[in-house]
T-cell receptor
Framework: GAGVSQSPRYKVAKRGQDVALRCDPI?????LFWYQQALGQGPEFLTY????????KSGLPSDRFFAERPEGSVSTLKIQRTQQEDSAVYLC????????????FGPGTRLLVL | SQQGEEDPQALSIQEGENATMNCSYK?????LQWYRQNSGRGLVHLIL?????REKHSGRLRVTLDTSKKSSSLLITASRAADTASYFC????????????????FGQGTILTVHP
């Protein structure tokens, strides 16, 4: 795979359910970002990994959101006890190095919480 | 919170015309990037311009950056119906003496419609 992939592409969850969203970055990319995009808005930063280290989680909206990247490649964003306001597109992006680089985005996971 | 503001919010033009979108931001940046997003899809990187650059070209795209006014513009020349999409500017903040890993702050986007 040449690009960033995300799964599932669509997820419908009942309020209170836990969900897990997966991101496969471009092979060899050091940096991995998660963003949340509400309908009609630009993406907003959630969290950042440099290899396996989570260096910034300042954008996570609550302690119900948790992200990991245990081996420095695949990352999972987990949302516990989903709420309706969690409905959004969750975008993953990776870049080759740490620092000021072009970010390559995946197609996103569209989450709808009913 | 969104750092950038984009103008206009929506733009409708005919094929062959030029499209200009503007972006303003508030704090010092290392670089500014423009992305395109087709409906229901991910973001596609268009161009990156660094704070020490004033203008960059890529195919039919021309980006300018004015750091004194904290603004940027994206010009698409000879537009095509396939250019119909949302366009976002995103800024990566300047280092504050430490390592800056390039977290992006996006504007709200400009919706461009190009009519055949």
């Amino acid at each position: 795979g040449a690009g960033v992939s995300q799964s599932p592409r669509y997820k419908v969850a009942k309020r209170g359910q836990d969900v897990a969203l997966r991101c496969d970055p471009i092979s060899g990319h050091v940096s991995l970002f998660w963003y949340q995009q509400a309908l009609g808005q630009g993406p907003e930063f959630l969290t950042y990994f440099q290899n396996e280290a989570q260096l910034d989680k300042s954008g996570l909206p609550s302690d119900r959101f948790f992200a990991e990247r245990p081996e420095g490649s695949v990352s999972t964003l987990k949302i516990q006890r989903t709420q309706q306001e969690d409905s959004a597109v969750y975008l993953c992006a990776s870049s080759f190095r740490a620092g000021q680089e072009t970010q390559y985005f995946g197609p996103g996971t569209r989450l709808l919480v009913l | 919170s969104q750092q950038g503001e984009e103008d206009p919010q929506a733009l409708s033009i005919q094929e062959g015309e030029n499209a200009t979108m503007n972006c303003s931001y508030k704090t010092s940046i290392n670089n500014l990037q423009w992305y395109r997003q087709n409906s229901g899809r991910g973001l596609v990187h268009l161009i990156l311009i660094r704070s020490n650059e004033r203008e960059k070209h890529s195919g039919r795209l021309r980006v300018t950056l004015d750091t004194s006014k904290k603004s940027s513009s994206l010009l698409i020349t000879a537009s095509r119906a396939a250019d119909t999409a949302s366009y976002f500017c995103a800024t990566a903040l300047a280092n504050a003496g430490g390592t800056s890993y390039g977290k992006l702050t996006f504007g709200q986007g400009t919706i461009l419609t190009v009519h055949p």
